[in-house]
């Protein structure tokens, strides 16, 4: 994944703006030969722009944002030379939404469900950044009644691998669970806004190498047939009854491996063009 650190160093402006400036000189000195100025230019202003971001094995510097900053600042361009440069930024932008859009679909071909784990911990950091996902999880209205019980003590997991007749029991094996409940007196899209935060949680497992799984919690019974799952979940863990339990994600280092999915074999006829 391209990743960008914040700030420009001075030999990141300095080498950038000798590449684009040469190449414009070229440009407009004339040394450049009528039929091939505009490609050299384009090519070179290239070669700066890929500097920057990271590309052909350097260092990543800066926004792509603060590289147009710094280009316009330092360069005075003719109308021919802006033209340009807006040519080949155009270009780098737009392989850049390419990329983007490339990780993103990545990333959700490979999530899948994993019910093995390792006995390795996960980090801070990494649940942390779980965490992180679910609570960036838009809500209605932006009312935000969904909360998170956050379960790593090995008595409580064990505890929890029998809310859920049959599909819990990884939990004896997960190194941590993520508790997802919603205040009912708060919002009445509970369900929609628990579920959003659900997938977001699990597509950065993903994307943090942890193995990971939804286990539904709201209308399913729990292993001893007496109690709901939710229930049964609410008398270990203490939420209050204004709290519905949504689901748990199981969270671990996998201890299996599962192919990505492939987009050939979507179930497209499952989609609709206008009306059904």
């Not at 160093?9 to 300095?14: D, L």
């Not at 801070?124 to 809500?139: N, R, T, W, Y």
């Not at 997991?157 to 859920?164: I, M, N, P, Q």
């Given at each position: 994944?391209?990743?960008?650190?914040?700030?420009?160093?001075?030999?990141?402006?300095?080498?950038?703006?000798?590449?684009?400036?040469?190449?414009?000189?070229?440009?407009?000195?004339?040394?450049?030969?009528?039929?091939?100025?505009?490609?050299?230019?384009?090519?070179?202003?290239?070669?700066?722009?890929?500097?920057?971001?990271?590309?052909?094995?350097?260092?990543?510097?800066?926004?792509?944002?603060?590289?147009?900053?710094?280009?316009?600042?330092?360069?005075?361009?003719?109308?021919?030379?802006?033209?340009?440069?807006?040519?080949?930024?155009?270009?780098?932008?737009?392989?850049?939404?390419?990329?983007?859009?490339?990780?993103l679909m990545n990333l959700m071909q490979r999530r899948r469900s994993i019910r093995r784990f390792?006995?390795?911990?996960?980090?801070?950091?990494?649940?942390?950044?779980?965490?992180?996902?679910?609570?960036?999880?838009?809500?209605?209205?932006?009312?935000?009644?969904?909360?998170?019980?956050?379960?790593?003590?090995?008595?409580?997991?064990?505890?929890?691998?029998?809310?859920?007749?049959?599909?819990?029991?990884?939990?004896?094996?997960?190194?941590?669970?993520?508790?997802?409940?919603?205040?009912?007196?708060?919002?009445?899209?509970?369900?929609?806004?628990?579920?959003?935060?659900?997938?977001?949680?699990?597509?950065?497992?993903?994307?943090?190498?942890?193995?990971?799984?939804?286990?539904?919690?709201?209308?399913?019974?729990?292993?001893?047939?007496?109690?709901?799952?939710?229930?049964?979940?609410?008398d270990v863990l203490g939420f209050p009854e204004n709290y519905q339990l949504e689901a748990m994600v199981a969270l671990g280092h996998p201890a299996?491996?599962?192919?990505?999915?492939?987009?050939?074999?979507?179930?497209?006829?499952?989609?609709?063009?206008?009306?059904?």
């Amino acid at each position: 994944m391209l990743r960008k650190e914040r700030g420009l160093s001075q030999k990141a402006v300095a080498d950038t703006i000798v590449i684009t400036r040469t190449a414009y000189n070229k440009y407009e000195s004339g040394v450049i030969q009528p039929v091939r100025k505009l490609k050299e230019l384009s090519d070179l202003f290239h070669v700066s722009a890929d500097y920057i971001l990271g590309r052909n094995g350097h260092n990543p510097l800066l926004d792509k944002l603060e590289i147009e900053a710094q280009i316009r600042k330092y360069l005075d361009l003719s109308e021919g030379g802006r033209n340009i440069v807006d040519i080949t930024l155009d270009a780098v932008h737009k392989k850049e939404r390419e990329e983007h859009m490339d990780e993103l679909m990545n990333l959700m071909q490979r999530r899948r469900s994993i019910r093995r784990f390792t006995s390795e911990p996960i980090s801070k950091e990494d649940l942390d950044a779980v965490v992180q996902a679910g609570l960036l999880a838009p809500s209605g209205r932006s009312l935000c009644p969904v909360e998170f019980i956050v379960v790593q003590d090995r008595i409580l997991l064990d505890k929890l691998a029998h809310a859920r007749v049959g599909a819990a029991k990884m939990l004896e094996g997960a190194a941590a669970a993520i508790v997802v409940i919603a205040d009912k007196d708060k919002s009445d899209t509970i369900i929609e806004d628990s579920s959003i935060a659900m997938m977001n949680m699990l597509l950065m497992a993903t994307e943090l190498g942890l193995g990971s799984c939804w286990i539904q919690g709201r209308m399913r019974e729990a292993e001893n047939k007496e109690q709901t799952t939710e229930a049964y979940v609410r008398d270990v863990l203490g939420f209050p009854e204004n709290y519905q339990l949504e689901a748990m994600v199981a969270l671990g280092h996998p201890a299996q491996e599962r192919p990505a999915y492939d987009l050939k074999d979507l179930h497209y006829e499952k989609v609709h063009p206008d009306t059904f």
